[in-house]
């Protein structure tokens, strides 16, 4: 698409949390947080040496691995945590092009729905919602390192996917246009249909047949990632319903975790 590979984010309400105080570090953190701890304190021209005077907290509402870009949500956290303790200001460009420079991200530190290349940073359009549907998150025991997803050769796939691809985004693009969820979520569908032969979901068909069957507007996947998400309305669609329905298919002894989220403007607070 355009191309190179990319993504439109769905942002959540599900949070990654940074908190720093003075003094030296009393926890571990993650490894990738410590790398863009020292990337942002190089970008701030902040003398490395200064880390040590930092007790830097991390919490977060995502699990890790799955595809909920808990990596780029922990990432974007610090760099802005560190950029406000040092009295910077700093623009969701900029934090996009230092999260890539670790590894491939997602585009959640934009407002609205970023059309973002995820290795470069580039951000190519930002869509706005006027309301924001809720999505059951069916998600297995399966975990899904990003650089090992990054590993798989796709070309191929993507370029016998391009022309998918394309009616996805330009369908995207008028659901957005026009406010209509259905389109959106038949958009969303369309891509994920596409990515299966890159990343096939186990269950994909059954899950699919379950949206159509109770009129959701559609299904989004994770990019590197395990979990699937059915786009719903919560005062049209009863998402109790549609889990029963699911665990009769035997969907859910492998998507054995389920989460109902609600989508968000995104961007970074």
Known sequence: MMGSEKLISCPINRFSRIRIE?????????????????????????????RHTLNIHHSSDLPVAKGYASSTADMSATVVALSR????????????????????SDGVMFKG??????????????YTLKSFPSILVLEPERTVLTRDFHNISRKKQLITSQPSLNEA??????????????????????????????????????????????????????????????????????????LSQLKKAGCLKYYNVHHKVKMISGGIS
């Open 169 to 242: 985004l330009s369908l995207f693009e008028q659901g957005i246009k026009s406010s209509d969820i259905n389109k959106i979520g038949h958009a969303t569908t369309v891509s994920a249909q596409a990515h299966q032969k890159i990343s096939a979901n186990p269950l994909f068909s059954q899950i699919e047949k379950c949206c159509e069957n109770n009129d959701l507007p559609g299904l989004c996947i994770a990019h590197s990632g395990s979990i699937i998400g059915l786009i719903y309305e919560e005062k049209k669609h009863n998402i109790d319903s549609v």
């Open 22 to 50: 003075d003094g030296r570090q009393d926890s571990c953190l993650p490894p990738l947080i410590e790398q863009t701890i020292q990337l942002t304190l190089q970008h701030l021209g902040v003398d490395l040496a200064y």
């Open 113 to 126: 729905l970023a059309l973002f290349e995820h290795t470069s940073g580039h951000l190519y359009q930002q």
């Open 85 to 104: 303790y040092f009295k910077h200001t700093i623009a969701p460009g900029k934090i996009a092009e230092l999260t890539t420079r670790i590894e491939p």
